[in-house]
């Protein structure tokens, strides 16, 4: 039973999760953040294959006509990866007892770790099939996908949902479905969602463009990526300490799924890097 004492604590500002209405067609925030992500991410990316200069040799690797017909594939990687990430990793009970839920992305339920997968898988098969530089075409999306996953976290915040713990710091907040206590009392909680929001969206951009555009990481094949995976790796590991564990513990009383997933990313964008650095080609 939570004891926490709390002093101060903010009121959740309500926002509805639904934009509009359209006969039976309801806008959500929630989606259209994702449709915002990835058309920033697009139209960055096109931005820096324009740019020779940031390139290995000043030589463009990729045609940025090319990432115009990469967006549907970034669509079905991003929506059916996140998605199969949900389901497999958080509540494959629940979907199994309610498949017709596994359809319902407008009213949130995406794993970040299923989509990272699911893009990566994308980018694979585009690349094969219109013979790109995979390590390239893996950086370019890098560079540009952390903006959409601040978006995406702030319409969890406007949801309510993905809340962190129990908390008595001054900006903690009463979220309507964070549970009670034992006289019935809203807890106060930390916005978790938003500390994801900045860490993993403007911090991490700022992050990448500065490797892109002073210390000229795309020269090195994959080392945006491996930047990219090995810093999100570590940003949500970290919040994980503050956020309320989904499925609880994994092991222990502190390794939440969230953090047991994202440790193989860290390992994975400390290869990415090391490859980019002492590899002289890219695949």
Known sequence: ??????????????????????GPVKVHW???GYVVGI?????YGK????????WKSGFTPIKPEKLDDFVVWAMIGVVTGGRLGEILFYKPGYYFLH???????????MSFHGGFIGTILAVLFFSKKNRIGIW????????????????VRICNFVNSELWGRVSDVPWAIY???????VSGKLLARHPSQLYEAMLEGPMLFSVLALLIFHYKGLKKPGFIAGNFTLWYGITRFFVEFYREPSIGYVIGHWLTMGMALSLPMIVIGTVFIIQAVYSQHSI
């Not at 058309?39 to 139209?43: D, P, Q, V």
């Not at 931005?47 to 940031?54: E, G, K, P, T």
């Not at 979220?175 to 206590?181: K, Q």
Request: hydrophobic share 55%; aromatic share 12%; proline share 7%.
């Open 99 to 109: 498949p017709m839920q596994s359809i319902a992305i407008w009213d949130g339920g």
């Open 175 to 181: 979220f309507p479905n964070g549970g009670v206590d």
């Open 136 to 151: 390239n075409m893996l950086d370019v999306i890098a560079a540009g996908a952390p903006i959409g996953l601040g978006i």
């Open 47 to 54: 931005r820096l294959l324009r740019i020779s200069l940031l």
């Open 30 to 32: 929630y989606g259209l």
């Open 1 to 22: 039973m939570h004891n926490i004492m709390i002093y101060h604590a903010l009121s959740f500002p309500t926002v509805d999760p639904v934009i509009l209405t359209i």
């Open 39 to 43: 058309l920033f991410a697009w139209w």
